[in-house]
């Protein structure tokens, strides 16, 4: 499974960007997460969705602020990201795997990164 992100940018604080992700590859069913590396930091769950039920999870820090979503048929994953905070700039990265972990060991696949940065 090849994982492509897209879609990062610069972007004011309280503004919005959607993120995409398309898999290629072999047929995958599982769930389908974003991650994000902030600089000096390490890399951090931020959502998850399940691509076959569609129930999905997120991370404190963005709940109520960011909505994952996939269309199957269009193999994509996007992930809106609304009211944006400079603390929200990083590289984001999506992920795929079987297990619905909050854990990045525990996703398989995963694409190169978007860069997204929140200038206040």
């Known amino acids: 499974v090849q994982l492509q992100a897209s879609g990062g940018g610069l972007v004011q604080a309280g503004g919005s960007l959607t993120l995409s992700c398309v898999a290629s590859?072999?047929?995958?069913?599982?769930?389908m997460g974003w991650f994000r590396q902030a600089p000096g930091k390490g890399r951090e769950f931020v959502a998850i969705?399940?691509?076959?039920?569609?129930?999905?999870s997120y991370a404190d820090s963005v709940e109520g602020r960011f909505t994952i979503s996939r269309d199957n048929a269009k193999h994509t994953v996007y992930l809106q990201m609304n009211s944006l905070k400079a603390e929200d700039t990083a590289v984001y990265y999506c992920?795929?795997?079987?297990?619905?972990?909050?854990?990045?060991?525990?996703?398989?696949?995963w694409g190169q990164g978007t860069q997204v940065t929140v200038s206040s």
């Open positions: 992920a795929a795997g079987l297990g619905g972990s909050y854990q990045e060991v525990d996703y398989d696949f």
């Open positions: 590859g072999r047929t995958f069913s599982g769930y």
């Open positions: 969705i399940n691509r076959s039920s569609g129930s999905a």
